[in-house]
């Protein structure tokens, strides 16, 4: 168990962008202390809340699945842009443009994600 532990340590110490989902777990879990701390009276959620982030995921993969689609079929060559920027191949592309087209796409995924969750919520 011990040796689990730290294998996941160390893929969030490397991957330390996914460190908001144990954060948010933890948080999920001490929440009903720290609320009542406030007010003893308070009502916290269950864990069927976290069928609504599944639900969301799943729907949030599927969309990504078929915009991928539908981009490749609709405007072939915008997608083979995108493939071969990101995969490095384009020279004419600077580091400031690529980060710029990173966070963009980025941010739409988050905006999206975001959207998603509050339809059903």
Known sequence: MKTFLQKIWKTIIN????ITIPLGLILWYISPLLLRMLDPTSAVYDAGIFQVI??????FLIY???????????WP??????????????????????VKIV??????YL??????????G
């Open 77 to 98: 060559k915008m997608y083979n842009f995108l493939d071969d920027v990101f995969e490095g191949e384009v020279r004419d592309i600077t580091t400031w443009e690529r």
């Open 111 to 120: 905006i999206g994600f975001i959207l998603l969750s509050r339809v059903i």
């Open 15 to 18: 991957w330390n962008e996914f």
């Open 54 to 59: 599944i639900f969301t995921t799943i729907q």
């Open 64 to 74: 990504h699945g078929v915009v991928w689609l539908l981009l490749k079929i609709t």
């Open 103 to 108: 966070l963009w796409i980025f941010s739409v």
